[in-house]
């Protein structure tokens, strides 16, 4: 009889001082204004206002977009499930992205009724642009081009998606989903929401933005997330959604967070920093792994990514084994990521001593 495999949460519940690099967490508290107004702003005991216009409002601001154009869900996720559920309405129609990717993609696609159409990256874990636009078919109704990609961090730059934007046709959606955004230090990396604003300017109304709260705000607890859409479209999503699926705390913490972005800012720094110092180290020690531009990096260990992740879990680390692929290693604090490298280190001693 086979037994089926634990389950990681279920592994992470049953050992205690896990270091967790698996789930692209911030570590740390968010900032201390963000904190401060989830404490006294708490209100648990009333419902949330289902119009959310204070968050509205704050999003307007930053994205120079009417609120109408403006989509919030629990988290990016909930609102990427409401966009296939509205986009994909026929028998066959099909999503695609690039993969490995977020596992969430395929579930939501199920949900929906909707074909999968899953492109693999390039050797390096860069976006395959050409050979996405090679398997759009008559039932495609959607790209997800996440970007930096999740989890290889690779970027497709400004004028390499502008280009892929010219050759999709109008009636194909391209979600730019930027929950990593934050992290990218390549300034020849396309604002999405810039991009979409003009590109609605010039009557082209198929790309669509989706973002987080979850990742450079630290706020994964609270799940808020949003996006930017033509108003029509956007209004369908908001229509496809529970009511006050936002929780007042969720809704508070983010336009707080949304004033204190030099905090967040600072944050994202440090998170880059040690983002290069891991790199190079790893690549001293004889990995390869590429550029990344999020808040992780990615080995691409093939067969060996399952024994890597158990030789990392053993040494008390968690992080995320993609099977056959590679592994991803989200940037934690400096000490969690030492525990990391030694467990990196002590891999490639035990090889070479094998």
């Keep these: 009889m086979t037994t089926a495999p634990e389950p990681r949460y279920a592994r992470e519940r049953r050992i205690g001082g896990i270091t967790r690099l ?31 216009t204070p968050l509205h409002d704050a999003l307007a601001e930053q994205l120079r977009t009417p609120s109408e154009q ?40 199920r949900q929906a009724g909707a074909v999968a159409q899953r492109v693999p990256t390039q050797a390096d874990g860069s976006v395959d642009l050409e050979a996405m ?28 998606l502008r280009g892929f934007l010219d050759r999709v046709g109008e009636g194909v959606v391209v979600v730019l989903d930027e929950a990593y955004r934050d992290f990218c230090d390549d300034p020849r990396v396309a604002d999405g929401a810039e991009l979409a604003r003009a590109r609605w300017a010039a009557g082209r109304h198929n790309v669509v933005v989706v973002r987080t709260f979850s990742k450079a705000y630290g706020l ?37 967070a949304l004033k204190a972005r030099s905090a967040m800012r600072e944050n994202v720094e440090r998170i880059i920093g040690e983002r290069a110092r891991v790199l190079t180290e790893l690549r001293r ?70």
């Design 22 to 52: 698996a789930a692209n967490e911030l570590p740390g508290d968010p900032p201390a204004p963000v904190r401060a107004a989830i404490l006294n702003n708490a209100r648990i005991n009333r419902y949330p206002d289902p119009t959310y």
């Design 70 to 109: 403006i989509m919030l869900g629990a988290g990016s996720s909930s609102v990427l499930q409401r966009l296939i559920r509205v986009v994909c309405t026929r028998p066959g129609d099909a999503v695609m992205w690039a993969t490995p990717a977020f596992e969430a993609f395929s579930i939501f696609a």
């Design 133 to 160: 636009l090679a398997a759009v078919t008559a039932r495609t109704r959607m790209i997800i081009l996440v970007n930096p990609h999740n989890p290889t961090g690779a970027v497709v730059r400004g004028d390499e």
């Design 220 to 256: 994964a607890g609270l799940r808020v997330g949003y996006g930017i859409a033509p108003a029509g479209l956007a209004r369908q999503v908001r229509d496809a959604g529970v009511p006050r699926e936002v929780g007042i705390q969720a809704e508070i913490a983010a336009v707080a």
């Design 285 to 354: 020690i004889g990995y390869a792994p590429g550029d990344s531009y999020g808040n992780f990096v990615w080995l691409p260990l093939a067969e060996d990514s399952g024994r890597f992740a158990e030789h990392c879990f053993a040494d008390g680390v968690l992080v995320l084994d993609i099977a056959e692929r590679g592994v991803r290693v989200s940037i934690g604090h400096p000490t969690d990521n030492d525990c990391f490298l030694r467990s990196a280190h002590t891999w490639v001693t035990g090889r070479v001593a094998a």
